[in-house]
């Protein structure tokens, strides 16, 4: 069965540093998503991507943040300048279209660690 | 009002036991609705899609309540396989495709 694949598996990184976390979707899926998840808490929606472009956002995902398609299979999250409050699990997720008859896909996700 | 509602846990079953999960939801305008399971710091995998009318998959059966903005799941003869934080999750206001996740409820199912 196709999956998402995220890398690296666990990332630790200082403070202030910048972070490049990548996912490799589904190859027939059309919409893409970053979330995470704090340790103990619940996962969180930061950014979906369609058509090269971000069709939504939430409060997180702030001037910080960036995501971006650089070729054909990549989907990448970008963090500018890490805080320790950064640290979590990401999940990169897709899917064929939208709604119902579309279930997300999750990557196994990425351990941020900001130290 | 939280967007999604669970029951808190942890559940601890014995095996064999029916379990069951409930959930509520703040936004009306909800459209879609799915549970999925999550074990100990790996990713969410879909459970199962639920519909208006309910739904079963093998020992799983899922319902839906809108007037309620009521979700429920059930599970019927526990396997130690099962035991998961399961999630409650429904589109985000404004999104038709972006979930909203529940906190969880975790299922300890013991021999």
């Known amino acids: 069965e196709p999956e998402v694949t995220q890398t690296p598996s666990h990332q630790v990184t200082q403070m202030g540093q910048e972070v490049i976390l990548r996912c490799v979707p589904i190859?027939?899926?059309?919409?893409f998503y970053w979330y995470r998840q704090i340790l103990g808490q619940k996962v969180e929606f930061l950014v979906s991507?369609?058509?090269?472009?971000?069709?939504?956002k939430s409060e997180i995902f702030d001037d910080q943040f960036s995501v971006e398609r650089p070729d054909g299979s990549n989907f990448t999250l970008k963090i500018r300048s890490t805080k320790l409050e950064d640290s979590a699990m990401y999940f990169c997720?897709?899917?064929?279209?939208?709604?119902?008859?579309?279930?997300?896909?999750f990557g196994n996700g990425t351990r941020l660690t900001v130290t | 009002r939280k967007e999604v509602e669970q029951d808190p846990g942890p559940f601890n079953v014995p095996e064999g036991a029916t379990v069951a999960f409930n959930c509520t939801y703040s936004?009306?305008?909800?459209?879609?609705f799915f549970w999925y399971r999550q074990d100990c710091r790996k990713e969410p995998k879909l459970l199962m899609s639920?519909?208006?009318s309910g739904n079963e998959d093998g020992r799983f059966t899922a319902q839906l309540n809108r007037a309620s903005q009521y979700i429920s799941l059930l599970i019927r003869d526990s396997k130690l396989s099962d035991s998961a934080t399961y999630l409650c999750?429904?589109?985000?206001?404004?999104?038709?495709?972006?979930?909203?996740f529940g906190k969880g409820t975790m299922l300890l199912v013991s021999p």
């Open positions: 639920v519909y208006s």
């Open positions: 999750v429904v589109n985000r206001l404004g999104g038709y495709s972006t979930l909203t």
């Open positions: 997720a897709s899917s064929v279209g939208r709604g119902h008859n579309s279930p997300l896909h």
């Open positions: 991507f369609y058509n090269n472009e971000i069709s939504e």
């Open positions: 190859s027939n899926h059309l919409y």
């Open positions: 936004n009306s305008a909800s459209q879609s």
